[in-house]
């Protein structure tokens, strides 16, 4: 699971501008301990999609998706799949790769490890119960300063998986600025030849219904913008 032939890290591209402190916690170090970010592959991004399922916003990026016939990664949190079973099962259904945010959105550098199991596990039930299939990738929540929540998630057999690619998708109102954003960093990364992981939130950890039309308009754009020329994956396709 440690084998560096698919952990990639890849240097900080950037930090995101704006004045939310989330954007503080960006993941451009290996000081994190070993997890996949996104490996050497020309031409491939893979948007993910985090703090959801949301009831008011999932059901139209799901239907954006198959719109541009492309497959994503959902990290959800327990919390909100299991008050939205039927909405996990939709996402599952439609082909999409589901993963493991946490129960509650804590952040785990703060938490023992007895928390971050629970937290963990705890979610894993719940996917697996509802989705109906194994849940093999974690993303941890602020993306984790301390290298304990990936340990742990990978004692229970997941993959941890960062990004490289995220802008303050969360709280900006501007879909075009969002995406904006995010395709000078995606073209610096295709640039130099490295696939890219892109972090949208279709949900809110605060909020299980957050306003979250910006980040569907900006995965909108950005699907009409690469779809021809470049290929979207799913987070497990780089893995061997
Ligand atoms: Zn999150």
């Given at each position: 699971m440690a084998s560096l032939g698919w952990i990639v890290g890849v240097g900080a591209v950037g930090l995101a501008a704006g004045g939310?402190?989330?954007a503080a916690m960006w993941p451009g170090s290996r000081i994190f301990g070993d997890a996949l970010i996104?490996?050497?592959r020309r031409g491939e991004l893979a948007l993910t999609f985090d703090d959801g399922p949301n009831p008011a916003w999932t059901p139209?990026?799901?239907?954006?998706?198959?719109?541009?016939?492309?497959?994503?990664?959902?990290?959800?949190l327990g919390s909100h799949a299991q008050a939205e079973p039927e909405l996990v099962r939709r996402i599952a259904?439609?082909?999409?790769?589901?993963?493991?945010?946490?129960?509650?959105?804590?952040?785990?550098?703060?938490?023992?490890?007895?928390?971050?199991?629970?937290?963990?596990?705890q979610t894993c039930d719940v996917l697996e119960q509802?989705?109906?299939?194994?849940?093999r990738?974690?993303?941890?929540?602020?993306?984790?300063?301390?290298?304990?929540?990936?340990?742990v998630a990978r004692e229970l057999g997941m993959v941890p998986v960062l990004w490289n690619a995220m802008t303050s998708d969360w709280c900006d109102p501007s879909g075009e600025r969002i995406a904006a954003r995010l395709m000078a960093r995606i073209d610096r990364l295709l640039k130099r030849g490295w696939a890219a992981n892109i972090v949208l939130h279709?949900?809110?950890?605060?909020?299980?219904?957050?306003?979250?039309?910006?980040?569907?308009a900006a995965a909108g754009l950005m699907l009409g913008h690469y779809k021809r020329s470049h290929r979207f994956v799913t987070v497990d396709t780089w893995v061997a």
């Open positions: 939310c402190a989330y996104a490996p050497r139209r990026l799901l239907e954006i998706l198959a719109s541009h016939n492309v497959h994503a990664t959902f990290f959800l259904a439609a082909g999409h790769l589901i993963g493991n945010h946490s129960w509650s959105h804590p952040n785990l550098a703060l938490s023992g490890r007895a928390r971050i199991r629970a937290e963990l596990t509802v989705a109906g299939m194994q849940v990738y974690f993303r941890p929540p602020f993306g984790a300063r301390r290298p304990a929540a990936l340990a279709d949900g809110g950890h605060l909020d299980a219904a957050a306003y979250r039309a910006p980040s569907l």
